[in-house]
C-alpha cells in the first residue's frame, strides 16, 4: 500500500495531478480543495494517499491534510459512497463543514453538496454522526468571507490551474455578481463552465 509521495507536481487535472517521484508518474486522485492548495507544476509536493484496489483498477487518492483523509475514510465505509463519490464529496464541502452538517443533522446542508440526494445525506447523518463529532467540536463557527476575498482566492486558483491571469481575473470578475455566499469550490466549478462553455 502506498501511503505517501514525495516528489514534484508534474501536471493537473480537473480531478487529479500526477506526481512525480524518481523517474516514476502516479496519477493521484484529488479533491477540488486539495487541487487548489498544490504548488504550481515542477514544485515538490507531498500528499498523504489512500490506496484503493479492485479488480480491474488500482487507484490512488491523495490529501494535503490528515484530516481530510480521515473524513475520506470515513466517507467510504458508508454504504454506497465509493472512493469516487467520496471525493466528489469534499470537492463540494470542506472536510470541518461536513462534520458539523453531519453531527448537528443538517440534511438539507448535505444535499446541497454535489452528488448527494436525501437518501445518502441521511445515511451520512446517521452513520457517520459518532465518526465525526470531534471534527465537528473542533471546526467551531464557519469563518464568514466577503466576496472579494474569495474572488481574489478564484483567480489566484485558475492562474494554478495553468489559465493566463489575465483570462482569470476577467472570469472572476464576470461572477462577482453570483459569489457573495458562495464558497470556493462552487465557484471554480462555474468558473471552468464559464471558460470551457
Known amino acids: 500500500m502506498i501511503a505517501r509521495l514525495t516528489g514534484l507536481l508534474l501536471e493537473k487535472g480537473e480531478d487529479y495531478a500526477v506526481v512525480d517521484v524518481h523517474g516514476v508518474g502516479y496519477l493521484v486522485h484529488l479533491s477540488a480543495a486539495t487541487l487548489l492548495q ?7 509536493v507531498a ?3 489512500i ?11 491523495g490529501f494535503l491534510t490528515a484530516e481530510e483523509e480521515g473524513v475520506f475514510r470515513a466517507l467510504i465505509e458508508v454504504k454506497g459512497v465509493g472512493p469516487r463519490a467520496a471525493q466528489k464529496i469534499l470537492s463540494g464541502i470542506p472536510p470541518r463543514d461536513l462534520a458539523q452538517a453531519v453531527a448537528h443533522g443538517d440534511v438539507a446542508r448535505l444535499t446541497k453538496v454535489p452528488g ?13 454522526k459518532e465518526k ?7 471546526a467551531g463557527p464557519a469563518p464568514v468571507r466577503g466576496a472579494g476575498g474569495v474572488l481574489e482566492q478564484l483567480a489566484a486558483a485558475l ?9 482569470a481575473e476577467q472570469v472572476a470578475e ?3 455578481g453570483e459569489a457573495e455566499g ?6 471554480l466549478r462555474e468558473a471552468l463552465k464559464t471558460i470551457r462553455g
Do not use: C, I, M, S
Open 132 to 138: 465525526l463529532l470531534a471534527l465537528a467540536n473542533a
Open 38 to 44: 498544490l504548488p504550481p507544476r515542477g514544485e515538490p
Open 116 to 128: 448527494v440526494g436525501k437518501k445518502t445525506a441521511e445515511r451520512l447523518v446517521v452513520e457517520l
Open 174 to 176: 464576470l461572477l462577482r
Open 182 to 187: 458562495k464558497g470556493l469550490d462552487e465557484l
Open 159 to 167: 492562474v494554478n490551474l495553468g489559465f493566463k491571469p489575465a483570462q
Open 47 to 49: 500528499l498523504r494517499t
Open 51 to 61: 490506496t484503493h484496489v479492485r479488480e480491474d483498477a488500482l487507484d490512488l487518492y
